[in-house]
């Protein structure tokens, strides 16, 4: 079984900073995308940031130049730096890890979020 732990959310000012992190522990053969994903109140889990077994990344559009995600195969990590913050990034964020086996097996995994407080 796969097992996702992120930390680092927490209240900052809108025009700050803050790094998220994501540790996997457990073990499946298989190659790992990671993701991003956000979570505000009343409103449906969105796609934040991803990046492959690669190292391929991608954002949604309301991130990019802002949020910069990274891994660390060898910690087993992932990590998402978010800079010049706004209000509406105020929402938990949530890491997702997708085991990939072959073309035709995904299976998804997920953390269980860490919230990020943006006030104005």
């Known amino acids: 079984q796969v097992q996702l732990v992120e930390s680092g959310g927490g209240s900052v000012q809108a025009g700050g900073s803050l790094r998220l992190s994501c540790a996997r522990s457990g073990y499946r053969f298989c190659k790992y995308d990671m993701s991003w994903y956000r979570q505000a109140p009343g409103k449906d889990r969105e796609f934040v940031s991803g990046i492959d077994s690669d190292g391929i990344t991608s954002y949604t559009d309301s991130v990019k130049g802002r949020f910069t995600i990274s891994r660390d195969n060898a910690k087993s990590s992932v990590y998402l730096q978010m800079n010049s913050l706004k209000p509406e990034d105020t929402a938990s964020y949530y890491c997702?890890?997708?085991?990939?086996?072959?073309?035709?097996?995904?299976?998804?995994?997920w953390g269980q979020g860490t919230q990020v407080t943006v006030s104005s």
């Open positions: 997702k890890a997708t085991c990939v086996v072959g073309v035709l097996s995904r299976t998804d995994y």
